[in-house]
């Protein structure tokens, strides 16, 4: 079932984006009465799922049943069709390769305005729905508690991360993200109430990329419950208790005291308890596996102050379209890790399936328009790469032809739209390999 409703959310929200990106190609081809043939939704080859044509109209629209996109047929335009017998005819006043040059610019670049126009739309109803909640990087006062890997770099426990270079970041939860985005050489962190440089040496972002949880929340050690199953049930401890020391060492902090309690396994320790502004000395016992049975308060709520910002309706279109340029801009950080080797994000490079993967088991309409606005800025920063083939080779020789005032001829628009296809194929080819790869890792 889990796996159906990831199915189900990802073709509702490609097919909306494909929609959109498409209907922008038609609306400005129609404003510049420019035919449109065919107008539709999946790809059609031999046959379509459904396909309808008004009466005095020249476009017939349908439903493809391959679901790998859509695509808007623009009369007198060398596109994915390769429909080069129509382009050898006289060429006709309603068609694209009559009109002037700016017109044929904005027709190709109307995919790319309404997925972005798309985006700011669906953060500005994010934003006015739900608003914004997120801990800020400076609010997290206990520092961070690193995984191995972060250990290995140079950070350690307790450090309160204050830079990444020049760059200073602000949501915690987005810190190892924020790390690999920039590619930062070292980063600036307080230990101790000293400033401490990290040195991260080039050689690690690729293991970064691909290790989740490098920097987590150091929470306090405060008992939440006691179950009746607990070896220490009638110990005397209470919810609420917060544990400060163990046998006099420090350990008010989670992972300080997980460490502490591994060295007294299946042995009794003495622990001190902060409860109603004292100390109290309570003796415990640990079981074999390092732990004194109690469960441990890990609601962020109550340790850390929650950032909450909540929009009027006139106030959430500019906080959308700041969020939609923030994402861009984050992409494009993203595709510049892609482009180089070393870093090896190519291997995260993903198709429809890693795409399904990123939508929740249960339907979730926050997190379902969050994906599908990124979706969104993701398929229109593509389109823009000057790629034949992509809307942004089309406008990259459009702006050709107006800063030079040659048109490439028919014939050189057929090759590169060949060698486009040839770069896209072998992009899915990476793809789906990687996911294949990831199948069977």
């Not at 391959?66 to 429909?83: A, F, Q, V």
Request: aromatic share 14%.
């Amino acid at each position: 079932m889990a796996i159906l409703i990831k199915i189900l959310q990802l073709i509702l929200a490609l097919s909306l984006l494909v929609l959109i990106h498409e209907f922008g190609h038609f609306i400005f081809a129609r404003l510049f009465k420019i035919r449109v043939d065919k107008f539709y939704l999946f790809f059609d080859p031999w046959f379509s799922l459904f396909k309808y044509k008004p009466k005095n109209s020249h476009t017939e629209y349908g439903i493809g049943w391959l679901p790998l996109g859509g695509y808007c047929k623009i009369s007198g335009m060398i596109d994915e069709s390769m429909d080069t017998e129509a382009m050898k005819q006289e060429p006709q006043p309603w068609e694209f390769r009559t009109k002037p040059a700016w017109q044929r610019l904005l027709v190709m670049a109307g995919g790319v305005l309404f997925n972005f126009i798309l985006a700011i739309v669906i953060y500005a109803a994010l934003m006015y729905t739900w608003g914004e909640q997120y801990i800020k990087n400076s609010d997290v006062t206990t520092g961070v508690y690193v995984s191995d890997l972060a250990y290995e770099i140079g950070f350690r426990n307790g450090d309160r991360i204050l830079s990444f270079e020049d760059f200073v970041p602000d949501n915690f939860a987005e810190l190892q993200i924020d790390l690999v985005r920039i590619q930062a050489r070292y980063a600036k962190v307080l230990r101790n109430e000293d400033t401490v440089t990290v040195n991260i040496d080039p050689v690690y972002i690729p293991t970064i990329l691909n290790s989740p949880g490098m920097f987590t929340y150091g929470l306090p050690f405060e008992i939440a419950q006691i179950p009746d199953t607990s070896l220490n049930r009638n110990a005397g401890l209470l919810p609420g208790d917060r544990l400060i020391a163990i046998n006099n060492q420090s350990s008010e902090i989670f992972y300080q005291a997980h460490e502490i309690l591994a060295g007294h396994k299946g042995d009794s320790i003495v622990a001190t308890i902060a409860r109603d502004n004292e100390l109290i000395l309570v003796p415990l016992q640990v079981d074999t596996a390092g732990r004194i049975g109690v469960v441990v308060n890990n609601n962020l709520e109550d340790f850390y102050k929650i950032t909450r910002k909540n929009y009027s309706l006139l106030a959430s279109l500019p906080a959308g379209f700041n969020r939609a340029v923030k994402t861009v801009s984050n992409y494009l950080k993203e595709l510049k890790l892609i482009a180089s080797p070393q870093t090896e994000a190519y291997k995260s490079v993903g198709s429809f399936i890693a795409i399904g993967k990123i939508f929740p088991d249960k339907w979730d309409w926050k997190i379902f328009w969050n994906i599908t606005a990124f979706l969104s800025v993701m398929l229109a920063v593509i389109n823009l790469l000057p790629i034949p083939a992509l809307d942004g080779g089309h406008i990259l020789f459009t702006l050709y032809e107006i800063i030079t005032r040659r048109k490439p001829s028919d014939k050189f628009l057929e090759y590169a739209q060949i060698f486009g296809m040839i770069i896209l194929l072998g992009l899915m080819i990476l793809a789906f390999g990687n996911d294949i790869f990831r199948l069977f890792k």
